[in-house]
């Protein structure tokens, strides 16, 4: 896989996570953006809100990958990254669920060694 498809991964799994997140917020506190209209606009807002987050952290989030590369933790986020957008592409719904529980706790892994 070449740097660019790997940082283009990185990147939508980024925005995805962060898109969900602020929707998740949101409707918590106010629940009826969950339907029709209000969905559709705060679809469309965490959606450009996630991407320009994304884009500004890019070279944060560079440096980051950086110092963890080497790491074990780091090897299996990867792995696991790419195994959940491949399945995200083919994979059942529960190959599609399993893939991104696997990633979390990845991702939960690496960030716990750094703390």
Same mark, same amino acid.
């Given at each position: /896989?070449?740097?660019?498809?790997y ?43 996630? +991407?320009?987050?994304? %884009? +500004?952290? +890019? /070279? ?15 090897? +299996?986020?990867?792995?696991? /990254?790419?195994h959940?957008?491949?399945m995200?592409?083919?994979?059942t719904?529960?190959? %599609?669920?399993?893939?991104? =529980? =696997? ?13």
């Amino acid at each position: /896989m070449r740097h660019d498809e790997y940082v283009k991964i990185a990147q939508g799994l980024g925005c995805k996570v962060l898109q969900k997140s602020i929707i998740g917020a949101v409707v918590k506190h106010l629940p009826f953006f969950a339907l029709g209209l209000p969905n559709t606009i705060l679809l469309k807002l965490a959606t450009w809100l996630a +991407e320009k987050i994304i %884009k +500004e952290a +890019e /070279m944060r989030i560079f440096f980051a990958f950086v110092d963890f590369r080497t790491d074990k933790q780091a090897s +299996e986020f990867e792995a696991a /990254m790419i195994h959940n957008h491949h399945m995200q592409l083919t994979g059942t719904r529960e190959q %599609k669920d399993e893939a991104e =529980k =696997k990633l979390n706790n990845a991702l939960t892994r690496l960030v716990n060694l750094k703390l």
